[in-house]
T-cell receptor, first 114, second 113 residues
Framework: NAGVTQTPKFQVLKTGQSMTLQCAQD?????MSWYRQDPGMGLRLIHY???????DQGEVPNGYNVSRSTTEDFPLRLLSAAPSQTSVYFC?????????????FGPGTRLTVL | GENVEQHPSTLSVQEGDSAVIKCTYS??????FPWYKQELGKGPQLIID?????GEKKDQRIAVTLNKTAKHFSLHITETQPEDSAVYFC????????????FGSGTRLLVRP
């Protein structure tokens, strides 16, 4: 199993540009989520999904959209990038939607918005 | 909502010494407390967790203790080795949904050879 994969690994955007961060998992996990990691602020939840066709907002959802059309994929879309979205983004998945289930993280995408 | 505070933000120890990282949480109903380790350039990985029905759990050189009365839990690493150098995160379930984990701000541990 490849586990949780994320692409791209690095990305530089200009303010106002849009892009999609890709996330895929091959473990048949129901729960998937996106976090952003900023210095001194730990991991903050952006959006999550408890199964295909179901998504919900986390702590910091503004400026981001998600969809879950399949169990395997959970892309994160930035509609109009802003410098405040410069961060490292992690996708995670787990067997079910319980917060007590082990989360498996991808390797991250480092995004810079100029 | 749930608030998880983690201290210290950085910790430097000599190889072989012990390291302790502490976290406090606000929701007395929280029942699950995982610890994640993040190595440089990688995503976080679960290293140990504890549930509220026990006060301590050990796995080789790593242990976690839980004090439900004081609402804090700690990660203990004994006989530290250079490969223990990483960022460590504690977490607790969010109060408004059982689907979410709230993470602490992280502790950067440096083990000096």
């Amino acid at each position: 199993n490849a586990g949780v994969t994320q692409t791209p690994k690095f990305q530089v955007l200009k303010t106002g540009q849009s892009m999609t961060l890709q996330c895929a998992q091959d473990m048949n996990h129901e729960y998937m989520s996106w976090y952003r990691q900023d210095p001194g602020m730990g991991l903050r939840l952006i959006h999550y999904s408890v199964g295909a066709g179901i998504t919900d907002q986390g702590e910091v959802p503004n400026g981001y959209n998600v969809s879950r059309s399949t169990t395997e994929d959970f892309p994160l879309r930035l509609l109009s990038a802003a410098p405040s979205q410069t961060s490292v983004y992690f996708c995670a998945s787990s067997w079910d939607y319980s917060s007590t289930d082990t989360q498996y993280f991808g390797p991250g995408t480092r995004l810079t918005v100029l | 909502g749930e608030n998880v505070e983690q201290h210290p933000s950085t910790l430097s120890v000599q190889e072989g010494d012990s390291a302790v990282i502490k976290c406090t949480y606000s929701d007395s109903a929280s029942n699950y407390f995982p610890w994640y380790k993040q190595e440089l350039g990688k995503g976080p990985q679960l290293i140990i967790d504890i549930r509220s029905n026990v006060g301590e759990k050990k796995d080789q050189r790593i242990a976690v203790t839980l004090n439900k009365t004081a609402k804090h839990f700690s990660l203990h690493i004994t006989e530290t080795q250079p490969e223990d150098s990483a960022v460590y995160f504690c977490a607790a379930p969010g109060v408004d949904s059982s689907y979410k984990l709230i993470f602490g701000s992280g502790t950067r541990l440096l083990v000096r050879p």
